[in-house]
């Protein structure tokens, strides 16, 4: 069956495929499942939603939508996809406020603001 990543003997370890939504996530789910695909594997990592399955050759395969949080890495926990958007995001905002994240928005701006800091301090 399908592991996250790649494994002995591929010549890939993973292949990712950016979505622009849930519903186009929900979609590839249901032309693999369609196509015969039944290792299929979706995650909610915080800060995206994954669907994991593997090609013919064995290289592993993921298919993401950003997500409105940042949240440390590795995270992650099942995503059940018939649910509808607003639970999913009500999840993942539960997710990342137990793992100490926080909106992207706020992230990128202290991180920007840190790096602006850093900088003045090396001249």
Known sequence: GP???GSFGTAIFQLSF???DLS???RVRQRLADA?????????HGNAWSLYTRDPEGNALEFVVDSPWFVH???G????LAQDDAEIL???EALCARK???????WRARIASQIVSDQAGLR
Not at 77 to 80: M, V
Not at 100 to 106: F, I, L, R, S
């Open 24 to 26: 186009t996530l929900r």
């Open 73 to 75: 890495q590795p995270c």
């Open 90 to 92: 009500r999840q993942t």
């Open 18 to 20: 950016r979505l622009e």
């Open 36 to 44: 015969g695909c039944t290792h299929l594997i979706p995650i909610n």
């Open 100 to 106: 100490g994240g926080e909106p992207y928005a706020d």
């Open 77 to 80: 926990e099942g995503l059940d």
């Open 3 to 5: 592991a996250l990543g």
